[in-house]
């Protein structure tokens, strides 16, 4: 007797929305060629996939193209087309960094005359640049869209969430708890240390592992490359382990003066490095205080959305600890009106002082960076808001706030529905921001508030 069939979910978009990253992320292979040009994947490709215990076969296909059926792009759409003929789901992705297209609306009109289920994906969404293109995705009228990045494999329990229902149950996933929670609290944990040169990042390193294991020195600049070192880190208060991916990171200088082509691809390999991570420790250097590039360099951290920390190195050595502690929290304050409340911890790479609390800290914002509130919660939270302080009536006229929805995680990320929105102040907003913050356990994380006064997808459930 033959094995049952699994069932088949095809990928559907326009040309280099990154169709062939996704394939390859899901199989776990690199069977699909990836390019920047577009109109590499010619035929249909077929894989073996497993999210999260939940087994299918996965369709690479041609990108969609609005041309004669005769040419190669046209015979290369009726290979698509032939494709979702034979499909149980259609995973429609679109390019999230950008924003929809007219191909894509094209796309969308055809999925919705199809019987096939379709799971809308907008992929490259890592980092803030995806945030405009995740939201206007909600206009193609299929739901809430899904936002991951195949290159960097950020969204998959989204998926997984999205296809279970579709295509049958998971097979007792190890990862996965009674309702799938958003990510593993267990995972390795992606740990970038940034700073300027000579604050001491690479001696930190090897005091945390217990080994010279990266070069040291007087001399600024010796670490070029970003180094990943993997390391389980015992923590002291329950004894448990934790693994941990450390990434040592070249010193970042002011652009001015970075001109040596080295130091150029050295910096821009850090910034890469800070978009790899979860949470990301600027280090100081408590011998030269909190300066101007330290605060470029926390604000770069929290535009890409990553969780940081703020630690003071050399404190072993540092003159007037208490003044010195106090001068940097305020100067954060004002500094980084974005995010409140950034852990600072003192360290010394020398004696290993606040090491374990720096490493625990982290662990407890990434939580935060990962958390999803329920709906329900979320607005329960937001009538609250609006009760105790009600959005204010420009010209008389009341702004109306309708409904708030979590749309993503890592950082989390709002959609605020309402009439009027391009009238609401600054300072209506940030309230909103803070409240999120404080009142459902975001701590200091960077949170995206999105306004939508337009096709609003909810319009039906809040007349």
Do not use: C
Not at 351 to 370: H, N, P
Request: no cysteine.
């Amino acid at each position: 007797m033959s094995a049952p069939q699994k069932p088949q979910v095809v990928i559907i978009g326009r040309p280099n929305v990154g169709k062939s990253t996704l394939f390859n992320r899901l199989v776990g292979k690199k069977l699909a060629l990836v390019d920047d040009q577009p109109g590499v994947t010619r035929d249909r490709r077929l894989g073996d996939a497993d999210l999260l215990g939940l087994a299918f076969t996965i369709v690479d296909t041609a990108g969609w193209e609005d041309d004669d059926p005769t040419t190669l792009p046209g015979r290369m759409r009726m290979q698509t087309e032939a494709a979702l003929a034979g499909a149980d789901v259609a995973m429609f992705v679109i390019d999230s960094r950008a924003g929809l297209t007219l191909l894509d609306e094209e796309i969308g009109r055809h999925l919705h005359e199809s019987s096939v289920p379709v799971i809308l994906v907008a992929n490259k969404a890592e980092g803030r640049a995806g945030d405009d293109g995740v939201f206007e995705a909600f206009s193609l009228g299929f739901g809430e869209p899904i936002a991951l990045s195949g290159e960097h494999g950020e969204g998959f329990s989204d998926l997984f969430q999205a296809l279970l229902p579709l295509i049958g149950e998971a097979e007792e996933p190890a990862e996965r708890g009674e309702d799938e929670p958003e990510y593993d609290p267990q995972s390795v944990l992606k740990l970038a240390i940034v700073g300027r040169p000579n604050a001491g990042k690479s001696t930190l390193i090897n005091r945390i592992l217990g080994q010279d294991r990266l070069l040291t020195g007087p001399e600024a600049g010796i670490t070029r490359d970003s180094i990943a070192i993997d390391w389980t880190w015992h923590d002291p208060a329950n004894g448990q382990t934790r693994p941990v991916r450390l990434i040592d990171t070249a010193g970042m200088r002011k652009k001015a003066l970075v001109v040596d082509k080295l130091e150029k691809l050295a910096v821009a390999d850090a910034r890469h490095a800070v978009d790899f991570a979860e949470v990301v420790v600027l280090l100081l250097d408590a011998t030269r205080g909190l300066e101007h590039q330290d605060l470029k360099i926390a604000s770069l951290v929290l535009e890409e959305g990553r969780a940081l920390i703020i630690a003071i190195n050399k404190w072993d050595i540092a003159e007037d600890p208490s003044g010195l502690f106090n001068g940097i929290r305020a100067a954060l304050e004002d500094g980084l009106a974005q995010v409140r409340g950034v852990p600072l911890i003192a360290v010394s790479a020398r004696t290993g002082k606040g090491l374990d609390a720096m490493i625990a800290a982290a662990f407890e914002l990434r939580d935060a960076w990962s958390k999803r509130v329920p709906t329900a919660a979320l607005n329960r939270w937001f009538d609250s808001a609006l009760s105790a302080n009600p959005p204010p009536a420009p010209g008389g006229r009341r702004i109306k706030l309708r409904y708030i929805t979590q749309a993503k995680t890592r950082p989390p990320g709002f959609i605020l529905f309402g009439t009027r929105l391009d009238q609401l102040p600054e300072s209506y907003r940030r309230y909103l921001v803070n409240g999120i913050r404080r009142e459902l356990g975001f701590d200091a994380v960077p949170i995206r508030l999105t306004l939508r006064s337009a096709k609003n997808p909810f319009d039906d459930k809040n007349k």
